[in-house]
């Protein structure tokens, strides 16, 4: 009854203004897609606003803002260290310590990555108490902390909530700040990797965003149960995910959906969370994010392609560059690929470079309609994105971001790095 609870909290999130959704569903022999009306009612979320709470862990006891005559268990929330693509729950108990009735109103938060119930009850007696949940739903990793502003009637309480955001070990990640160009097909691939020794059974996929869509690897409207099966220590996709925001161009904001995989794992699945906004027609890349988990400061640079396509009638110049690029003992920016152009440096012909992150063009420009082809390498050096953190000893552990950019694209990059590296020798058995 919890999970259930917990799930009904997560989507109605974005279910309040969304009469049509899709989902992929296990039955039978079969997987099937179908539109369904609505998935919960009645249990809804507080909003939260558009203030960012990013400022680290440190002080967090220190950052309540008491009113007298209301008490709240625990004084502050930390969630600690806990899974992406996951949402964990706690409980507060809000107790009325005046000698007068209190009238609870709202709770408010600060941060996407934290979301409040309702109260339990509205009006308190003295001395009375009730309860709402807090549901943190992690947007990437490293430390992040926010508060909540609980509004009653003898005044508005500031509530600190915190988490510390860790790489999935099913290998999914939220997708945030996506850039959907006009007349350009973004459908990044949804995969699930099982870490156990058993196999594992995915059963349905639901996504709450009508604009986007879902969509069988293979094509068609079925497939084989067996599709949906991740083999023990493997890897599988499960869906394509077609991002389609251009109907809501006009709002000039991202849009978010959250994708829920149903799956005989603990907890019962994962929920992920998937931003992006409509741009005009122009130059895209792939991959949409890098995203590399745990690396050692010691371990040898990583290298990948990127490729880029352009959806305009025009031909596109490819500019590269590296913005945002370091590495952070505490929270680590939220949006890299907003940060400001670096400082004027040698000109490069070919790419740019941050400490620590090189971006080395291979073309300049695409031409019109230009379908998907290698335009760059980009490489991350762990011991120089390591050497940031100067200072702070061998102990512990860095959260390193930044941003690819090609032309009006970028890829985000992040890694979690720990001192040391990680070797096998021999480096195979025979």
Known sequence: ??????????????????????????????????????????????????????????????????????????????????????????????????????????????????????????????????????????????????????????????????????????????LLGLRVPLNATVEPELRLHNPTARTVQVREVYSSGAWLRLRLPGGGARAPRDAWAVPPRSERALVLLRALPHQHAALNQPLIAYVRIKADIPGGGLVVAVEARSVPAGEHARPLHVRLGARGSRDAPYTLALEAANSGAAPAALAGGVRGAGCWRGAPPPQPCAAPPPAPGPRRQNGAAAAGATLALERTSLAPHQPFTRVATLTLNYTELWAQTAGAGEAGEAWCAGCARLGRAHVPFSVRLLPGALSFTPDHLE
């Not at 209301?70 to 949402?87: D, H, Q, T, W, Y």
């Not at 009325?96 to 408010?108: C, D, G, I, W, Y």
């Not at 508005?156 to 955001?165: E, L, R």
């Open 1 to 174: 009854m919890y999970h259930k609870v917990l799930w009904c909290y997560l989507f109605i999130l974005t279910l309040l203004d969304i009469s049509l959704n899709t989902k992929l569903t296990a039955q039978g022999e079969s997987h099937g897609v179908t539109i369904h009306e609505s998935l919960v009612e009645g249990i809804t979320f507080q909003e939260w606003g558009k203030e960012s709470g990013v400022d680290g862990l440190d002080g967090i006891d220190g950052g309540t803002e008491d009113i007298e005559g209301v008490s709240l268990e625990p004084r502050a929330l930390k969630f600690g260290r806990s899974a992406l693509a996951a949402p964990h729950s706690r409980t507060v108990t809000l107790t009325n310590t005046a000698n007068t009735t209190l009238h609870l109103a709202s709770v408010a938060g600060t941060t996407p990555d934290f979301h409040a119930s309702f109260f339990e009850s509205k009006t308190l007696p003295p001395q009375g108490n009730t309860t709402f949940n807090v549901v943190y739903l992690g947007r990437r990793e490293g430390p992040v902390s926010a508060h909540l502003y609980i509004h009653t009637s003898l005044g508005v309480h500031k509530y600190p909530v915190s988490a510390v955001g860790e790489a999935s070990e099913y290998g999914v990640w939220p």
